[in-house]
């Protein structure tokens, strides 16, 4: 153990470089006195310390004689003094048999309380933590584990059970009321609760305002173009066609029953401004008996030819504007369908894993491909669903952002989306396309081919695991069906015009008996696609 520094009192004289050390021992005739003696390690006995003693300098002579260099009259006998520096000899090993010095008032005086002999560190209750067996702790640790397992799983539980009719938000734990949901207010930490605030509902586009929770139908009242501009805005739209009354009857009974008008403050807008504001809504009974309708993009418009994917015949020119074909490093990967001139649906397994939007290209307009010489299109951004994984069904959707909006033109046309509350009908018949595999265990296709479906019921599909998410489509006879390569493409069906009804997510067999398609229902995935449409709409705006 190293000596404590020691402070010169009073009258003391600091040793010089050139003298010797030597440290005096003052005896007193009543407390005994310190004994050295030279031995070697092999001969040493075991040290008796005593239970309490105390330190002060004491001489280690290097012979019975002292130094040479000290002198009585002059050096004071409590400062050391060097050894000379002839001094070559190794220092000497001491055995102590007893010290007791007197305090010295000059020096500080260090107590020590020495371990206690015979008894092991373990055992000693006032040095340790009191000993507990390995089975003991062992078993302590377990339980330890297993309450804090509980306690996270009670967390988790509560939440879900505390977030029961109320909205979740994604981007913390956080639960809030319904009626909190696009009151002008961000309550979540990303401002989740004013988004999806407008809609398009039923086959008629009428145009719906979330406020405080509760889905109204727009009077046609104080409407005005700018007030269709924003709520385009609000849908994702960078564009706004026109707005049109409607009679309230003409509409599905759902949509008839609540309704809102817009009251003065809507004259003057405000930079990015949403029609659901609570501010400037009010409950009525529209007096004129008109709601509005909106139309935000020109879509879902083609030529009328008909062909067939497995077995079928090669789409002409301008059948499929908006089937696009997605590259990822220059290689033809997937399908995909263009819903505006910057954005692309396709399927979420085609770019799980490979979302770097740098290793991505798309190509429009193509029947065959690879073409030489052929425009490919840079991507910025890529989502797919939070909640997909791949050894399920659900949440199979994507988004696929392009750098630079396009151009339309006859050979490259947006399909529309479907609205809120839209259903088709089992049996319809849609169209799927896609330069997949003409036949099972077949190279993808060079040409554009496509087919009629006919759509199914998920009982008439017979496939288990298969949710809301889900749509059917093909001949339990085999035939025309998606196949390897297809996937992502669309599945669109016409009324008055084209709608992509769903996005190729699986099939096995292609053309084979009870092989059918299965397809991501867009009128399921609308919230998750429209949320970040206006999400990177807002960010273009700000």
């Not at 584990?145 to 109320?166: F, R, T």
Request: net charge neutral; with cysteine; hydrophobic share 35%.
């Amino acid at each position: 153990m190293s000596s404590p520094e020691r402070k010169a009192g009073e009258g003391e004289e600091p040793a010089t470089e050139a003298e010797n050390t030597v440290d005096k021992t003052e005896d007193d005739a009543d407390s005994g006195h310190a004994e050295a003696e030279t031995e070697s390690e092999e001969d040493l006995p075991t040290i008796e310390t005593p239970t309490i003693f105390n330190v002060s300098p004491f001489s280690t002579p290097k012979s019975s004689r002292l130094p040479p260099l000290f002198d009585p009259s002059t050096q004071h006998p409590n400062v050391p003094v060097g050894w000379p520096d002839n001094a070559t000899a190794p220092l000497p090993i001491y055995k102590i048999h007893s010290i007791q010095t007197p305090h010295s008032s000059r020096m500080s005086v260090i107590k020590v309380q020495p371990f206690i002999h015979g008894e092991d560190l373990t055992d000693a209750t006032s040095l340790c933590w009191p000993y507990i067996p390995r089975r003991l702790l062992a078993l302590l640790i377990t339980i330890c584990v297993l309450i804090a397992v509980s306690v996270i799983l009670a967390i988790g539980l509560g939440v879900g059970l505390s977030c029961s009719g109320k909205f979740h938000c994604t981007s913390s734990a956080r639960c809030i009321r319904t009626s909190a949901l696009c009151d002008g207010v961000k309550d979540c930490g990303q401002g989740e609760d004013e988004l999806n605030c407008v809609r398009l509902s039923g086959k008629l586009s009428v145009l719906q305002i979330r406020s405080k929770g509760v889905w109204r139908s727009v009077c046609w009242e104080s409407w005005s173009s700018s007030l269709g501009f924003s709520a385009c805005k609000q849908l994702g739209y960078s564009s706004y066609v026109n707005s049109s009354s409607i009679p309230i009857s003409s509409v599905e009974s759902a949509f008839q029953k609540k309704l809102v008008a817009l009251g003065p403050g809507f004259l003057t807008l405000r930079p990015n401004y949403k029609v659901h504001s609570s501010f400037y809504l009010k409950k009525v009974q529209c007096r004129s008996g008109l709601i509005t309708a909106l139309k935000c993009i020109e879509c879902g418009t083609r030529p009328g030819l008909k062909s067939r994917i497995a077995g079928g015949n090669v789409s002409a020119p301008g059948q499929n504007p908006w089937q696009v074909s997605l590259q990822y490093q220059n290689q033809y990967l997937c399908g995909g369908s263009l819903i505006t001139n910057q954005w692309i649906v396709t399927a979420a397994h085609c770019v799980f894993g490979f979302t770097n939007p740098a290793l991505w290209s798309v190509r429009v307009g193509l029947i065959d491909q690879p073409v030489s010489g052929a425009s490919d299109l840079s991507v910025s951004k890529i989502f797919y669903h939070g909640s997909y994984h791949p050894e399920q069904y659900k949440y199979d959707i994507a988004l696929i952002k392009l750098t630079q909006a396009l151009t339309f033109s006859g050979q490259v046309q947006p399909i529309c989306l479907p609205n809120y509350g839209e259903t088709f009908t089992p049996g319809s018949m849609c169209w799927i396309s896609g330069w997949g595999a003409t036949e099972s265990g077949g190279e993808v296709s060079v040409s554009l081919h496509s087919a009629q479906v006919p759509l199914l019921t998920t009982t008439q599909c017979g496939r288990t695991g298969l949710s809301p998410w889900n749509i059917c489509a093909g001949y339990k006879k085999g035939g025309a069906n998606t196949c390897l390569g297809d996937s992502g493409g669309p599945l669109a069906c016409v009324d008055s015009v084209w709608k992509l009804v769903g996005a190729a997510s699986w099939s096995q067999g292609c053309e084979k008996p009870n092989s059918l398609g299965v397809y991501t229902s867009i009128t399921y995935a609308l919230p998750w696609i429209q949320q970040n449409l206006e999400k990177e709409e807002a960010e273009q705006t700000v």
